[in-house]
């Protein structure tokens, strides 16, 4: 998702780098300016970066730490629910094809297949943030 927020970003910026070479005539300060503006960018970008990764640890946190049961769980069912159409699809029906003509086969929308690449990419965050803050807290 930060990739299709910043791609825009950086290809006008790139574009933008270029008046550089315009406005300064002297070659390797308009290179030292570049670095220094590129850098810079970085900078905000990784800072930005980090701001969005710790607002949705704070939103998955808090749905793991809520009061109720479907609050905490909705997430894994829906994995489960997705998980289980794929198994179908790639498992039992082929399996069921060669002895029933008429096997179900479970439709997986795109949607859907976002909705696991992002579900699985939560859950390798919210696990890296888990072991992180515990390593922190308890280092060896």
């Avoid at 086969?105 to 859907?112: C, I, N």
Wanted: hydrophobic share 50%; aromatic share 10%.
């Amino acid at each position: 998702m930060w990739n299709l927020l910043i791609k825009p970003i950086a290809d006008l910026f790139g574009k933008g780098l270029d008046v550089v070479d315009k406005i300064v005539p002297d070659k390797d300060l308009a290179a030292k300016l570049k670095v220094e503006i590129q850098n810079k960018f970085a900078e905000i970008a990784h800072t930005e970066l980090i701001a969005l990764l710790e607002g949705q640890t704070k939103i998955i946190l808090g749905e793991i730490q809520g009061e109720s049961w479907l609050q905490r769980n909705w997430r894994p069912i829906l994995m489960l629910v997705i998980v289980s159409i794929v198994a179908n699809n790639y498992l039992i029906y082929p399996y069921m094809s060669l002895f029933w003509i008429q096997a179900p086969v479970l439709e997986l929308p795109e949607h859907l297949y976002s909705l696991m690449k992002i579900g699985v990419g939560g859950y390798i965050v919210g696990r890296s943030v888990e072991k992180g803050i515990d390593t922190w807290k308890n280092p060896k």
